[in-house]
């Protein structure tokens, strides 16, 4: 079973190998780096891009042109984003820079209130962010709003680990954190989506996000204590960063997309799956787990679903199958396609009978969300953790446009899908049963609250 910090390092550990390796892959093919600050375009340009986009998001995207049919405040919320996105156009009233104006329509973009709807500059700019420019060197943990250093990676070591940040070159904490959330998009109103893309970023800031200085005047609080204290850090080359990373977690690889424990003498089996990714051959893998568990007779199981960023239906389908006692329906009858999804599915043998725990985190989205609204509705287990990023509803059906000056790429959505559910709001994820968010100590001690807590509900222990 991996340690709570090896996943915890795993997803930003990853993040930062997938850009590296976009980056030789751009060298590879001889793209030139490009400074995003060095590129600018007038008013005008960036006016027809930003017209551009809304018009094609005020065409297409469902979640502009979808129509209300009960509830009337979905309507209102849906014009008052239209208004809100069209005051926007007031703003463009000067020059900006490449990155300026992809901050702009980024925060533009997060009003729509949908995680599927992403933007992308060319591989030459993100080169051009890597080579040209320095970042801020500390791996950062968020928890509401509050950032905690996890680990310093800077030449002058001066942030023990686990303080919590209170300024960085004189902004407060408190405002950076709401700016990193007004670039995210996520599904309706769901913070915890957002602070879980935060705690993704292999280091602390977004690129780009307070500019890139060369240096960083930070002031912080020591564990246990209320003083301030202020150090300077001296911003490192991103691949710098990343290589010191690799040279204090030597040990870190890619994580498994699906592992199967069983604890305490078979007194429970644990199913962890970070991903719905139909390519893994999931449904042998799925059948041999409760095969197993079949056998030796157990009777407590615990799905993990945190950090799970969705993936194909059908394999979250596959593992309802096997916690379900009766037929269900997936999906609601008016998604596109996935039409046996919409039919009455039968559970499937081995079935598991016994107690189910479904541990979740703002991590969990899209097709997550779908699973943790089935096992909610059906009363399959109790959820514990935090709200997930997903819920019952997401968009799908992807399109694509370049606008035509700054060429920034966005995918959008075309559909939406539900589950066949009621009783849930859209713009919120999946509440658990029990909260529990791991703290700051939490992570560096490798100490995992939400496992810790079901071992101990488990084993009958009292659990105030």
């Not at 919590?164 to 902004?171: L, P």
Request: overall charge negative.
């Amino acid at each position: 079973m991996y340690s709570f910090m090896s996943r915890f390092r795993h997803t930003t550990v990853i993040v930062g190998l997938l850009i590296a390796a976009i980056i030789f892959a751009s060298c590879e093919k001889e793209v030139i780096a490009v400074d995003p600050e060095e590129i600018s375009f007038t008013s005008e340009n960036l006016a027809e891009d930003y017209n551009y986009f809304l018009a094609t998001m005020k065409k297409y995207h469902p979640n502009l042109t979808r129509e209300s049919t009960s509830l009337e405040p979905h309507t209102r919320r849906m014009y008052n984003t239209i208004y809100r996105l069209d005051s926007q156009t007031q703003q463009i009233n000067r020059s900006m820079s490449l990155l300026e104006f992809y901050t702009f329509i980024r925060q533009a973009s997060a009003l729509i209130q949908c995680g599927h709807t992403r933007l992308w500059i060319g591989s030459e700019f993100w080169k051009g962010i890597k080579q040209y420019k320095k970042h801020f060197p500390l791996q950062v943990y968020y928890r509401d709003y509050k950032a905690y250093a996890l680990e310093d990676f800077s030449n002058e070591q001066a942030i023990p680990a686990g303080s919590e940040i209170v300024t960085i070159n004189g902004q407060q904490m408190l405002f950076l954190i709401e700016h990193f959330r007004s670039i995210i998009g996520a599904d309706g109103v769901n913070v915890q989506y957002k602070t879980a893309e935060m705690n993704r970023l292999p280091f602390g800031l977004f690129p780009g996000s307070i500019a890139f200085p060369q240096s960083y005047e930070v002031s912080y609080i020591i564990p246990g204590d209320s003083i301030e204290s202020m150090t300077h850090i001296s911003a490192l080359p991103y691949m710098e960063i990343l290589r010191r990373q690799k040279e204090v977690h030597p040990q870190d690889s890619p994580w498994p997309p699906y592992v199967f424990d069983i604890i305490d003498d078979s007194v429970a089996a644990i199913i962890t799956i970070p991903d719905f990714v139909s390519a893994y051959d999931y449904k042998n893998k799925i059948a041999e787990s409760f095969e197993i568990i079949r056998d030796k007779g157990i009777s407590h199981l615990i799905i993990d679903v945190r950090g799970n960023d969705g993936g194909d239906p059908y394999v979250a389908a596959e593992l309802l199958n096997h916690i379900i006692d009766s037929a269900y329906i997936y999906f609601s009858h008016n998604v596109y396609g996935y039409g046996d999804l919409k039919d009455r599915i039968e559970p499937e043998s081995p079935n598991f009978n016994g107690d189910l725990y479904v541990l979740a985190d703002g991590g969990g989205f899209s097709t997550t969300g779908h699973f943790l609204s089935l096992i909610r509705y059906y009363d399959l287990g109790v959820i514990i953790g935090d709200t997930s990023g997903g819920s019952y509803i997401c968009n799908g059906c992807y399109d694509e446009i370049t606008l035509p000056h700054t060429k920034i790429s966005v995918m959008y959505p075309r559909c939406r899908y539900a589950t066949a559910v009621t009783g849930f709001d859209e713009f919120r994820g999946i509440a658990p049963d029990t909260i529990i968010k791991p703290t700051i100590g939490d992570i560096i001690n490798d100490r995992d609250p939400v496992m810790d807590y079901v071992l101990e509900r488990i084993n009958g222990k009292d659990i105030q």
